[in-house]
């Protein structure tokens, strides 16, 4: 069995060290960022040496592949995608017609990821952004309500699993509130309880069967003024899993992110305690990485279940014409 870690790799093919700490360690997964890609070819042989190298062909292979500033494959080889927040513009002119471009632009992502076997992206985004905070979400949100941030969340996640790649729901239980990016500093929200059930919970609810969430490194006052979301056992219990009723496999955001304190093993140990599933740790810092896998134990019980859940949960690609579609998607975000 697997450990309950998702690694990253420092560039365009896996190093002596990092073959080692694979076969040594065996991660759930493997998460590609911009540094790790050069070309189609490239990119499915260091896929493949991956899988390879942990003995599992369906070994979960991630990657950021939203559109706008967060995308990892851009041209030449990989077409441009818009930020999500073109979809809210168009679903306020024409709720169908924005619906169904985030669905087919969401198809169209899959067809380009699953041509170079990755089968998870981290998206969709449902945080719903307020007055006044950080533009680390900014135009990836949807919208500024929960029901349409919600819709187009569901549309997006619905064209990646028509593709055959599995949607990452982000950030849970919402980041939208947060002042301050959670790359650099850990955000405080201070909103009472209702009036977060009411807007960033809410736009979480209708997404609640999807097979992947992702915490957000964010301390709820409220709720829990002592640990970020991704740390709090209460939290995890009582929002995500009972309040949204989140029922699938739950990773961390980036262990890595200024947000956290504590070295990488307590940090690791901290956010399973919690109650994640999965402990994310994207930078390519082989330290870092042997003190996470060091915390994260083998995949047991009901984190198991859960990931092996969301595993079957993937579909096959099914046939699109590329070429059709993408004209037609071209046409529709003007």
């Not at 029901?147 to 950030?171: C, F, Q, R, S, Y």
């Amino acid at each position: 069995m697997p450990r309950a870690f998702i690694t990253g790799c420092i560039s365009h093919a896996l190093t002596p060290s990092e073959r080692d700490f694979l076969r040594d360690t065996d991660p759930w997964g493997l998460i590609l960022f911009k540094r790790n890609v050069e070309t189609p070819d490239q990119v499915r042989a260091l896929v493949d040496s991956f899988r390879q190298i942990v003995g599992r062909d369906d070994a979960p292979v991630l990657i950021d592949q939203e559109g706008g500033r967060v995308q990892r494959l851009g041209p030449p080889h990989w077409p441009a995608y818009p930020a999500g927040g073109l979809f809210g513009k168009l679903h306020a002119l024409d709720a169908n017609a924005g619906l169904t471009a985030a669905r087919l632009g969401a198809r169209l992502i899959a067809e380009d990821l699953a041509a170079l076997g990755i089968t998870v992206d981290c998206l969709p985004v449902a945080d719903v952004p307020q007055a006044g905070s950080t533009q680390a979400i900014g135009n990836r949100a949807y919208g500024e309500d929960a029901a349409t941030v919600a819709a187009i969340a569901g549309a997006v996640a619905e064209g990646l699993m028509e593709g055959g790649v599995l949607p990452v729901v982000k950030h849970m239980p919402g980041h939208g509130r947060a002042v301050v990016d959670s790359h650099e500093k850990l955000p405080v929200v201070e909103a009472d309880r209702a009036t977060l059930s009411a807007t960033d919970f809410a736009a979480f609810k209708p997404l609640n069967n999807l097979p992947l969430g992702m915490t957000g490194h964010i301390v709820f006052t409220d709720i829990d003024p002592d640990a970020p979301a991704t740390q709090s056992k209460t939290v995890i219990d009582d929002v995500i899993r009972r309040e949204i009723g989140f029922t699938g496999a739950l990773m961390t955001d980036d262990l890595s992110m200024k947000a956290l304190a504590g070295d990488f093993a307590e940090r690791t140990r901290a956010s399973l305690a919690a109650g994640c599933d999965l402990a994310l740790h994207c930078n390519g810092d082989m330290a870092e990485m042997i003190a996470v896998a060091s915390a994260a134990p083998i995949l047991a019980g009901e984190a198991l279940r859960r990931t092996e859940l969301a595993l079957d949960a993937r579909k096959g690609p099914g046939t699109i014409d590329v070429a059709e579609a993408r004209a037609r998607f071209s046409a529709m975000i003007g």
